[in-house]
């Protein structure tokens, strides 16, 4: 448990709506990161931050944004939901591991559901 | 393009023998793997790493192998358990930001 916490864990939305995610840490790590989770597909990298307003795209960034204004909190914006959204969504931070290598923990995910 | 795949889907193993994983990489430039277990409805949870000097790791049951040349990696379980049945994740870093490119995972089932 790497002081992570996700909100809302589920949400059900319709197709044109905003909707935000949130994740929440308590140990001061600099790097965070937007997974999506899909059958198939493994876990797949939205967007990451590697510090206060400081933010980079992933492989799957189309459709989403994210914003991280303190350090404890990075938000991910989906501006206008779409059904290909409808995912898992996971959160993790980068901390070095106990083999010393950089390891990412992650946080329990969000299930989204776009109708 | 998959730069790190699983080709296997699934697997089942009984209670006391070796869960052997598997995972392939296209990606050269990748030096430091890691794999995730993951039970339904949580995160992926870290289980073992290695960096790409090393050619074999081992925690307790848990032993992951690197093969450079063949750009191959394995976990191996010995002995599984009932409470190892979930999916298995490998994933691969390179570069900064630690960004991790993940496999499509492996669905474990260890039976008794």
């Known amino acids: 448990d790497a002081g992570i916490t996700q909100s809302p864990r589920h949400k059900v939305t319709e197709t044109g709506t905003p909707v935000t995610l949130r994740c929440h840490q308590t140990?001061?790590?600099?790097?965070m990161y937007w997974y999506r989770q899909d059958p198939g597909h493994g876990l797949r990298l939205i967007h990451y931050s590697y510090g206060v307003k400081d933010t980079d795209k992933g492989e799957v960034s189309d459709g989403y944004s994210v914003s991280r204004s303190k350090t404890e909190d990075f938000l991910l914006t989906l501006e206008s939901a779409t059904s290909s959204q409808t995912s898992v969504y996971f959160c993790a931070i980068s901390a070095v591991g106990t083999s010393g290598g950089e390891t990412q923990y992650f946080g329990p995910g969000t299930r989204l559901l776009v109708l | 393009d998959q730069q790190v795949k699983q080709n296997s889907p699934s697997l089942s193993v009984q209670e006391g023998r070796i869960s052997i994983l598997n995972c392939d990489y296209t990606?050269?430039?990748?030096?430091?793997f890691l794999w995730y277990k993951k039970y339904p409805a949580e995160g992926p949870t870290f289980l073992i790493s290695i960096s790409s000097i090393k050619d074999k790791n081992e925690d307790g049951r848990f032993t992951v192998f690197l093969n450079k040349s063949a750009k191959h990696l394995s976990l191996h379980i010995v002995p599984s358990q009932p409470g190892d049945s979930a999916v298995y994740f490998c994933a691969a870093i390179t570069g900064t930001a630690s960004k991790l490119t993940f496999g499509t995972g492996t669905r474990l089932q260890v039976t008794l």
């Open positions: 140990e001061n790590h600099r790097y």
């Open positions: 990606n050269s430039m990748f030096d430091y």
